[in-house]
């Protein structure tokens, strides 16, 4: 009984122990928070302008000189560290952030300065005070929910791959959880931003009559590639650095050996459009929506290659052709990197013209998918040779050269 009571008592201390460190962290959060709200109520003067001029300058200059003085620092205590540059670093990301909130203490300078001389010039109206309120909360609150969501974005995956192993690989999957998050930290501060502004929230989720409707036809295409992107983040037909093929496009789009089919490699993937690049590196933007109705093949994910070389072969060496595809045939059988099991190798002869014979073949090679490297392509060269090799083997005047053809007479 004793040692059942000390347990009491002690379950009872912690329990105190705890609540007073919930009520202290709490309290210490919300005195933090009221600190916060009161300097974010404070009115711009218009001496204050010294703040934007230097924090424009911070944003043009002290970013490179903050990185220089660090890497300096850095590599006087290491001297055989790899020095970095400054693009691609945190301090180069962090130019977005600063605009952002350069904008916002332009617009409350704006508007305090604006209110100031409208208070001054004029003694028969004054700007309400809940409206300035309202104005310093709503906008502070909005700039806070998009520098949360540009957090979120660049460093979302990161954190994701970091904490959670078993998504470290799986970049759609991040991708996905990241576009959620900041779908969700976007609604969560439009809400808060209307409410400051003494708006009520349930105007994002009504739009009624001719306004509504003005608005849904508006605003058809963008909410279309919207959707557009949240599908290619779900349900993942490609990822970026795939080769894809698109079909279905009516030449809309560029690159096409055919004029409905485009080849293309991902580039990027956005929430509103997807850039790809063709062969001839010109980049090519797709708003998302179009994948809604598109026909989409992705070669990358394919193990095989399809290879359908014809061989133009000479008519003198026509008694050689049986020789040939038979051993062409068994030759492309055995072959490691040819996939025979999915399909076995083809080698006929096809037609006959008037300057040569047409022989056709048809096979499947393993693919990059299958070897994890960018290696098919050479494959696929030293098989062409070895088949050049059979050629003149049993057809010593082959390949056979064009010849052109005048009034239906051969020169």
């Known amino acids: ?20 460190a919930m009520r202290t962290s709490l309290q210490t959060v919300g005195d933090f928070m009221g600190r916060v709200e009161a300097k974010t109520q404070e009115d711009w003067h218009i001496e204050d302008v010294w703040v934007l001029v230097a924090w424009n300058w911070c944003i043009r200059r002290g970013r490179e000189k903050l990185f ?3 890497e300096r620092a850095k590599n006087a205590l290491n001297p055989s560290r790899t020095p970095k540059t400054f693009r691609g670093s945190f301090l180069d990301w962090f130019r977005q952030p600063m605009q952002l909130i350069q904008a916002l203490f332009v617009l409350s300078y704006a508007f305090d300065v604006g209110c100031d001389m409208i208070d001054q010039l004029s003694t ?9 309120l309202g104005f310093d909360k709503g906008s ?6 998009i520098l949360v969501v540009m957090v979120i974005q660049n460093y979302g995956p990161r954190l994701l791959g970091r904490f959670f192993p078993s998504i470290r690989y799986d970049a759609s999957l991040q991708l996905v959880i990241t576009r959620l998050t900041s779908a969700f930290v976007v609604v969560a501060t439009l809400m808060l931003t209307l409410a400051a502004f003494g708006i009520p929230a349930q105007v994002l989720f009504s739009f009624g009559g001719l306004g509504g409707l003005a608005f849904g036809l508006a605003a058809k295409d963008f909410i279309s590639n919207l959707i557009g992107g949240l599908v290619l983040a779900v349900m993942r037909p490609f990822k970026v650095g795939e080769k894809i093929y698109l079909t279905g496009g009516g ?20 929430w509103y459009q997807t850039r790809l690049i063709p062969k001839d590196g010109k980049v090519t933007t797709i708003p998302n929506g179009y994948f809604l109705g598109a026909n989409v093949i992705n ?6 290659e399809f290879v359908g070389p014809q061989l133009r072969i000479a008519i003198p060496d026509y008694e050689g052709i049986p020789a040939l595809t038979e051993e062409i045939t068994t030759f492309l059988t055995n072959h490691p990197d040819v996939h025979a099991s999915y399909k076995p190798p083809l080698c006929v002869l096809k037609k006959i013209d008037v300057d040569h014979l047409s022989v056709q073949i048809e096979l499947f090679m393993y693919g990059d998918a299958h070897y994890g490297k960018k290696i098919w392509k ?11 090799r059979i ?21």
């Open 1 to 20: 009984m004793r040692a059942l009571d000390e347990f009491d008592a002690l379950r009872g201390r912690v329990r105190k122990t705890t609540t007073d």
């Open 68 to 70: 220089e003085a660090a």
């Open 124 to 132: 028969e109206w004054d700007i309400p005070d809940n409206i300035k």
């Open 140 to 145: 502070y609150t909005f700039a806070t929910g």
């Open 251 to 270: 030449g809309k789009y560029r690159d096409s050996k055919e004029k409905d089919v485009s080849n293309y490699k991902v580039d990027e993937i956005g």
């Open 299 to 304: 070669t990358s994910r394919e193990p095989n």
């Open 378 to 388: 050479k494959k696929r060269e030293l098989v062409l040779i070895d088949l050049l």
């Open 391 to 411: 050629v003149k083997k049993h057809c010593p005047n082959s390949p056979a050269l064009p010849v052109s053809e005048v009034d239906g007479y051969v020169k």
